[in-house]
């Protein structure tokens, strides 16, 4: 690897709390921008004291999604700190935010007058609704968006209510959208010299994840019913998308089925998938070789009305098998299956820990600690996880690179400004 990271060179104001923002601005800081997180003097985002483990130490939520960044604090609402904003916009490339609706421009950085300060300026922003939407205006957090984005309507059990992800969806989903938005925008400077905004609402973010659910929808308006969800053919369809539980959602008949232990084990499941084309070395896993041609089997559609007898016959198969010792018969015949992995299981997998997907970090106040590492892999780049940095830790460092004298610095802690 040559060492090189692609982002150096690229500074980022991080004007972001709580996930979304963070999760964005902690993948550039990772691919070598200089990510400088600008908090609120005494208290700085939310998450360093949001169920804390270690009552001193900076929570998991804060230290897990803001590695590799400096922590300038700076109180952008007095005279001083706005001037110590204005000598950072000029000399950086990306501003990223993540406040409610408005609360830049009411600090006096509307999207003109940081224009005026840098050009250059790339400013992006998540907010919960999309600018011009009639909710553009509130205040939104991950389920809200999981909600609004079609997620919640269409996940969960299609008797019981509709139900949020453990997945961030809205969060992180969103920050990660909102780095492409930034990569675009750097690429276009460079054609056009000029900065852009950028923004990505929580709710779009969500909704472009659920683009399946949106082509049920349209399929269920002509037909009336959906050939491959659970309700089909015993069940009744509505007018809207159903809750369709463990079934895939990209048609695929497949579902969460006990294995060996599942009695005490809350994990002892696989999820198995009986994709078309691997029914016949299906049937041959589970020594059921008639079933390949058999006219009430072999096509999908054929299946469908059974699928709940084939699963169960599956279950069967699988009750004497642990969910490991069943993925490693089914991979062979190329079944598309997992073991469902509990979160204790995969902080300890030694394949997510050699990629670099866990990574263990060492903070100087909280101890080792684990975090979710680059899922993108790169194969001349390899990011460095370092620990997040504590409240103001390199802020006297970042005043000084815009020339501020130790005497400055000392009377802004002195004011309060940082
Ligand atoms: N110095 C001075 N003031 C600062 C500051 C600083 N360094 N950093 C933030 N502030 C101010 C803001 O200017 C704002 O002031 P104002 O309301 O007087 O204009 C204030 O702090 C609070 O910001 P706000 O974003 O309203 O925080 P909140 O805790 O009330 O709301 C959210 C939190 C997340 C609901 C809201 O920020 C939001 O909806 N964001 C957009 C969607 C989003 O990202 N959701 C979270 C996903 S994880």
Redesign the pocket.
């Known amino acids: 690897m040559s060492g090189i990271k692609p982002l150096k060179g690229i500074k980022v104001i991080d ?8 999760a964005c601005t902690q993948l550039m800081a990772w691919f070598g921008a200089d990510v400088i997180k ?4 005494g208290s700085g985002d ?1 998450t360093r004291t949001q169920l804390r483990d270690i009552p001193e130490a900076d929570a998991l939520y804060f230290t897990m999604l803001n590695s590799n960044k400096r922590s300038l ?6 005279q001083q ?1 706005k001037e110590v904003l204005e000598k950072l916009i000029k000399e950086s490339d990306v501003l990223v935010e ?7 421009d ?2 006096g950085f509307t999207w003109e007058r940081i224009q005026e300060l840098n050009p250059k300026m790339i400013v992006a922003s ?3 609704f999309s600018d011009g939407h009639h909710y553009e205006d ?5 389920n809200v ?1 999981q909600c609004a984005g079609g997620a919640a309507s269409t996940t969960g059990w299609w008797d019981g209510p509709p139900t949020v992800s453990g997945a961030a969806l ?2 992180s989903n ?1 920050g990660m959208h909102l780095a492409i938005g930034i990569l675009t925008a750097i690429i276009g400077r460079q054609q056009t010299g000029k900065g852009q905004r950028v923004s990505c609402s ?1 709710q779009d973010a969500v909704l472009n994840l659920c683009r399946v659910k949106l082509r049920d929808q349209q399929r269920l308006d002509r037909l009336g019913f959906l050939e491959e969800y659970p309700q089909y053919p015993h069940g009744k369809f509505s007018d809207v998308v159903p809750r369709g539980g463990n079934a895939g959602g990209g048609g695929q008949p497949g579902w969460v089925l006990k294995c060996k232990g599942w009695e005490t084990d809350p994990n002892a499941y696989i999820y198995f998938t009986i994709q078309g084309h691997a029914w016949e070395p299906i049937c041959r896993a589970l020594g059921k070789p008639e079933w390949i041609e058999d006219p009430a089997y072999n096509t999908p559609r054929a299946r469908q009305d059974k699928i709940f007898d084939i699963f169960a016959f599956i279950e069967n198969w699988l009750s004497e098998k642990t969910k490991y010792e069943a993925v490693d018969i089914l991979r062979k015949f190329d079944i598309p299956c997992s073991p469902v992995l509990s979160m204790k299981e995969i902080a300890a997998d030694p394949s997510l820990r050699a990629s670099g997907s866990i990574v263990e970090v060492d903070h100087k106040v909280y101890g080792k600690y684990l975090t979710v590492g680059s899922p993108i892999k790169f194969s001349d780049l390899k990011p460095e996880i370092t620990a997040a940095p504590l409240l103001g830790e390199h802020t006297d460092q970042v005043l000084a690179e815009l020339g501020y004298s130790q005497d400055q610095i000392k009377s802004m802690h002195e004011g309060k400004v940082v």
């Open positions: 004007f972001t709390h709580v996930q979304a923002g963070p600008v908090e609120r003097p939310v604090t700076l109180d952008t609402k007095t700190g993540n406040f409610a609706p408005g609360a830049l009411r600090m998540v907010k919960g509130l205040k939104v957090y991950e968006a809205g969060d969103t929580m």
